[in-house]
Nanobody, 123 residues
Framework: QLQASGGGLVQAGGSLRLSCAAS???????????VAWFRQAPGKEREFVAA????????YYEDSVRGRFTISKESAKNTVYLQMDSLKPDDAAVYYC???????????????WGQGTQVTVSS
């Protein structure tokens, strides 16, 4: 039900935009859902990056990405975006989108997951 895309290889300081598209009208039905982005680097735990409340548009960011990443939504396309600017090598990871009825910064809060998209940042 969630399809993540937009990853790739970028130089440090560059930008990428990730997309998370929902199928089946999930966002229309669950208007109170929260959509989040997590990332997981090799050998590390999956960590929270950003989230947005679909209904209100309230946004949340992990401290290390605040001011560089922007999460947004496009209701007509049932899609959430993660605009990533000023990318650093430490941002390299597989990025996952997730959705759940409540906001949280741990993966267990979210019921639905996309397949992940690889982001590689060269120094």
């Amino acid at each position: 039900q969630l399809q993540a895309s937009g990853g790739g290889l970028v130089q440090a300081g560059g930008s990428l935009r990730l997309s998370c598209a929902a199928s089946g009208g999930m966002y229309r039905i669950y208007s109170s859902y929260v959509v989040a982005w997590f990332r997981q680097a090799p050998g590390k735990e999956r960590e929270f990056v950003a989230a947005i409340r679909w209904g209100s548009g309230i946004r949340y960011y992990e401290d290390s990405v605040r001011g560089r990443f922007t999460i947004s939504k496009e209701s007509a396309k049932n899609t959430v975006y993660l605009q990533m600017d000023s990318l650093k090598p430490d941002d390299a990871a597989v990025y996952y989108c997730a959705a759940g009825a409540q906001y949280g910064t741990t993966p267990d809060v979210y019921n639905y997951w996309g397949q992940g998209t690889q982001v590689t940042v060269s120094s």
